[in-house]
């Protein structure tokens, strides 16, 4: 199998380029402008370092609240070392895998914008590390979110040192080991590496790739499964007639109102008259729910875009001008308001899920209470919608915004912080319930369209007859809970 090499370089780097290197195991390598630009900087921070008789912050002082404190210049390679050393202070569960190969690409990615100071060898290991599938072991707490992912970064950047722990193919390892293993030299920081690589946005902005991507995805699939619902509550059209929303132009409104009119155009069920003149808000106002969450999953995007091709550490170096400045590039507060916005978004979107599940257990419209036949010997799909609810009750409690949050740090210098690292762990597992959600909506609706007699639409068949092949119809109670599991993994590999 030939291998498949992604260029880092200074070129706009999209989300639908960090999925398709992390979701293809894309190697990197450094392009050669990026070695060049990287190269230049640190012989112009080593000239500055040199030729300066005022303190630089970071790079011959202290940090935070010892930024007055001058630091010898036969120090200050310790100096990034014991930085690196004493923020590695992260708690509770460790970062997926996944994410921290994002944490990964994005430091790279932003060292190599050539204003960072950092050696080439430094940003190599870091290749080194993303190309021989070594991801270090990092925690989800203790990042403020400003200034930037101190924690989690400290613990990124430890096995260069030789220290902290890794994964190596899966199996956990020290970082001395994992050196010794693959022959490599701990790497000996230099002045302001340090800062370099633990200033950044790198955690939160991981984050949001990763869980943009799936809410990319999972939008698509609470469309499929609202369409699947409405044939299988007998629902009317009208209200995704594009009449409607033409007067009311939302792009997210209008696109979803389009697909479901779309997956629904061949259905026999759909087409049929209805007794009813009117449909519950969870199935009529489809286009405006969901396509307000589209619309803040599409500016979230840009957001987290501009995010991914920035440099947020501190200080920065700007050769033309001749300057190193210290500034505020690493707060993180773009992506702390977008992490909640979008928590905000998926929790609305498995509310309104929830809702449709509500409905198709009611025993009205044809259906048999709770979607089983002999209901009262059978619970049937009772409690898989009180499943539903308990993930949606804790979704309303995680959507609670972490950036209007601030506890001072530092001894005061750093006096107002993002908390963007607890919006987005707290996105995480949103995003995870709201998988939850859809996929016991969908095992619940293609349960109902068993009831009915005319035919649903012909692409939920083809997903029906994919599904069935792990999920069965359910003549009687049977242990739900596999089969539920078995919905999530349908929804999140099969793509609507």
Known sequence: MTESFHSISSDFLSLAEVKEIIGKHKKLVLS?????????????????????????????????SLCDTEISKVDLGQLQTNLVMSHACGMGDEVPQEIVRIMLLLKIQGLSQGHSGVQIATVQRLVDFFNNDITPIIYEQGS??????????????????????????GIRSTG?????????????????????????????????????????????????????????FDGRIEP???????????????????????????????????????????????????GASKDAIAYAKKVVEVEINSVTDNPTIFIEGDKIISAGNFHGQ????????????????????ERRCYKLVSGTRGLPAFLV???????GFMIAQYAAASAVSQNKQLATPASVDTIDSSNGQEDHVSMGANAATKLFRIVQNLEKVIAIEWFSATQALEFREEKTASKIQQAIKIYRSRVHFL???????????QSREFVRKYEV
């Open 32 to 64: 050669e402008s990026a070695i060049e630009k990287i190269n230049k900087c640190r012989s112009f921070l080593d000239d500055k370092i040199e030729r300066s008789e005022d303190p630089i912050y970071g790079i011959n002082t202290g940090f935070g």
């Open 144 to 169: 403020l979110g400003a200034s930037g992912d101190l924690a989690p970064l400290a613990h990124l950047s430890l096995p260069l040192l030789g220290m902290g722990e890794v994964y190596h193919n």
């Open 176 to 232: 001395a080991s994992i050196n010794h293993k693959m022959g490599w030299k701990a790497i000996e920081l230099q002045s302001k590496e340090g800062l370099a690589l633990l200033n950044g946005t790198q955690f939160m902005s991981s984050y949001a790739a990763h869980l943009l991507i799936k809410l990319e995805h999972l939008s698509k699939w609470s469309d499929f499964a609202a369409a699947t619902s409405i044939d299988a």
């Open 240 to 290: 995704f007639d594009s009449l409607v929303h033409e007067a009311r132009p939302h792009e997210g409104q209008i696109k979803t109102a389009e697909t479901i009119r779309t997956i629904l155009a061949d259905s026999e069920i759909i087409k049929r008259k209805k007794a009813h003149v009117q449909d519950p808000y969870c199935l009529r106002c489809v286009p405006q729910v969901h």
């Open 334 to 353: 773009p992506l702390a308001l977008i992490l909640d916005f979008l928590g905000i978004a998926a929790a609305e979107l498995a509310s309104i899920s």
């Open 373 to 379: 036949n002999n209901p009262g010997l059978n619970s």
């Open 475 to 485: 003549k009687n109670d049977e242990v739900m809970y596999p089969y539920m599991e």
